[in-house]
T-cell receptor
Framework: GENVEQHPSTLSVQEGDSAVIKCTYS??????FPWYKQELGKGPQLIID?????GEKKDQRIAVTLNKTAKHFSLHITETQPEDSAVYFC??????????FGAGTRLTVKP | KAGVTQTPRYLIKTRGQQVTLSCSPI?????VSWYQQTPGQGLQFLFE???????NKGNFPGRFSGRQFSNSRSEMNVSTLELGDSALYLC???????????FGSGTQLSVL
C-alpha cells in the first residue's frame, strides 16, 4: 500500500552539529512533500515543504532535498540548537487530500 | 488569526461508550482532516472533509465517523470504544487542497 518510511527513529546530536533525517515513499505520483515539527503537548507544525519539480529548498538553517527518481527526500538542519529538539515527521501527499506521514524521528540536541 | 481549535483537550471514557470530538478550523479554511496519533503507529489518516462532504477516508473501522458543518467546523465520533482507541486525535485544516496542513493541539482520549 501507500506508505512513507522514515529513518532514523531517534537522533541525538551535539549543539552546533548538523542533523539529517531521511524518508522514502512508495507512490511515484506523489508531488508534494512537507516536513512537520512536533513539540511536546502540541500538534505538528509545518516547517518546510517541497514540490516534485524542485530538487532542493532552503529556509535559513533548514533544507530539504528530493530525489524523485529514487523516491526519497531528506531534511537537513544545520547549526542545531537545543530548541530544535522535537519529533520531526516527513509526509507525502499520495492523492488529493490524503497526506501520509512517516513514523517520526525524535531529535535531541545536547547543549 | 486564530489557529485550529480542538475540544476537549483531554477525555477519559470506558470501553463500550461513544465519544464526540470537535474541531474548529482556521477562518477561511474549508478542508478539515482528522488523524489518530499513537506511539506505535504514528500519524494515521482517518478522513477528510470539504464543504460538508467526505472526500477521503483512511483504513479505520466504521465505528469512526465524522461530519462537517456549513461553517467548516467538524466533529468526529467514535462509537463502542475499545482500549486500542486510546490515542491523541489531531485535526488539521487547510485552505482547499489539503496540502499545507495546520494542526490543532489535539484531543487526548484515554479508554479505560
Amino acid at each position: 500500500g501507500e506508505n512513507v518510511e522514515q529513518h532514523p527513529s531517534t537522533l541525538s546530536v551535539q549543539e552546533g552539529d548538523s542533523a539529517v533525517i531521511k524518508c522514502t515513499y512508495s507512490d511515484s505520483a506523489s508531488n508534494y512533500f512537507p516536513w512537520y515539527k512536533q513539540e511536546l503537548g502540541k500538534g505538528p507544525q509545518l516547517i518546510i515543504d517541497i514540490r516534485s519539480n524542485v530538487g532542493e529548498k532552503k529556509d535559513q538553517r533548514i533544507a530539504v532535498t528530493l530525489n524523485k527518481t529514487a523516491k526519497h527526500f531528506s531534511l537537513h538542519i544545520t547549526e542545531t540548537q537545543p530548541e530544535d529538539s522535537a519529533v520531526y515527521f516527513c509526509a507525502a501527499l499520495f492523492r488529493v487530500n490524503d497526506m501520509r506521514f512517516g513514523a517520526g524521528t525524535r531529535l535531541t540536541v545536547k547543549p | 488569526k486564530a489557529g485550529v481549535t480542538q475540544t476537549p483537550r483531554y477525555l477519559i471514557k470506558t470501553r463500550g461508550q461513544q465519544v464526540t470530538l470537535s474541531c474548529s478550523p482556521i477562518s477561511g479554511h474549508r478542508s478539515v482532516s482528522w488523524y489518530q496519533q499513537t506511539p506505535g503507529q504514528g500519524l494515521q489518516f482517518l478522513f477528510e472533509y470539504f464543504s460538508e462532504t467526505q472526500r477521503n477516508k483512511g483504513n479505520f473501522p466504521g465505528r469512526f465517523s465524522g461530519r462537517q458543518f456549513s461553517n467548516s467546523r467538524s466533529e468526529m465520533n467514535v462509537s463502542t470504544l475499545e482500549l486500542g482507541d486510546s490515542a491523541l486525535y489531531l485535526c488539521a485544516s487547510s485552505f482547499t487542497d489539503g496540502e499545507k496542513l495546520f494542526f490543532g493541539s489535539g484531543t487526548q482520549l484515554s479508554v479505560l
